[in-house]
């Protein structure tokens, strides 16, 4: 660490207000992206041959999160209160929203994904859920956007492994090293490959106990033992995003580069490297990942083209780095509240969109060709569908989480890195302005 870099206090609103700005961005735009398929179809494929706004929006999330995540672990200096709070913003909205799928597959209004529950077991199908990684390993996620939640899991898995051993600045290093190795990698690593010698069945329940001690040992009070879990969780992580991805593995290689480089700009913000530094993890990694996205990339549909594929893909990398950049050059002015606000139920318009598109859909059939008008009334029935969610469902789940935290460790450990929050929560959840950036970085994934 370079102690001679100053470090940079502003206010404390305004900072976490970008950031919110940017997940209310990134969730409005997946939530677009997705209802073009109900009302633009003829539009949404002419612009999906140039720009993937989805990909845009999931990439952005990224690195939001890649900026929050090792700052929250950091500034509390406690791996237990770190994965207390986790699972306690995360999975309470989740288990809802996939509670809310299952009962519309029963009902018959809603069918599963194609090959959920034909080709895979109920307990595989819980298993894998319940990791978050089912992404990762060889099962379709029951509701689409869950994909990123995998890729989320494993950076925390990442984060507290390397924060066990006293590497958690080495951010330069992660995400370069990450970003090369997806070219580099990129012709000889198999996908699904764990999942295609052992079924999806042997994997996930392998995955699961793994995990499940793996964060139980990380949160042992005797260090080598939590040592050794976080490292097994770490290892975990890498192994799937390397040899069983659901997506060839130079992408999974290149989201959690881009995860990295919002950690690496966030020490920059902090002082901690020197701004060249950052900027230049910045130029190699959108270098990597659009370089071997236009290497790699294929079409995926019979109406599309290669030449679409790569350029939509090239144009989202480059789109959300541009637009995290934005932010960030931005991030000592006033965000407006209404904006700050997306942010802060930006999880919940994440995971709800979908469900939303199906209840409309169901009741009031899908429109023929284009229909923007109808994004109105879509877009405000999900806002409100999220202020509902984020109120009597996560925010009771992140009360509960804090105060669990603060039982199981009631004194943790000083962090030794000043956080992008450090200053800004006072553990308050309901307190949207100071806490959602540092109480809501389960969001920045996802799509």
Known sequence: MRSELPLRRPDATVRLGWLDALRGVAAITVALHHASYHYLPHFRRTLLAWFDPGMFGVLVFFLVSGYIVPASLERRGSVRRFWTGRVLRI???????VAVVLVLHATGVYALRDGLTDDHRPVTIALSHLTMMQDLLGVPSAINVLWTLSYEMAFYLLVVALFSVGLHRRSVAAASLLAVAAPALAPVLPAAALTA???????????????????????????????????LGGALALTLVLVNGRVDPWQGLAILAV????????????GQIRPRTAVGVCLLVVACAVGTGIWRVRRYTDWDTDLGEKRAWALAVLGAFAVFAIGFALRDRHVPRWL???????????LLHELLLMGLDTVFGRPRGDQPLLLVPFVALLLAASWAAHRWIELPGQRLGHALGRRLDPAPAASSAPSASASASDDRPDRPAAASAEDSDQQSLVH
Request: charged fraction near 15%; glycine fraction near 10%; proline fraction near 2%.
């Open 91 to 97: 999975y309470p909205l989740l288990a809802a929203a």
């Open 340 to 350: 700050a606000w997306t942010g802060v139920v930006s999880y919940s318009v994440y």
């Open 259 to 270: 995860m990295f480089t919002g950690t690496v700009v966030h020490r920059a913000e902090r």
């Open 197 to 231: 010698r052992f079924g999806d069945g042997r994997v996930s329940l392998a995955a699961f106990v793994l995990m499940a001690a793996s964060i139980g040992l990380a949160c042992a009070r005797r260090t080598a033992v939590a040592r050794g879990g976080a490292l």
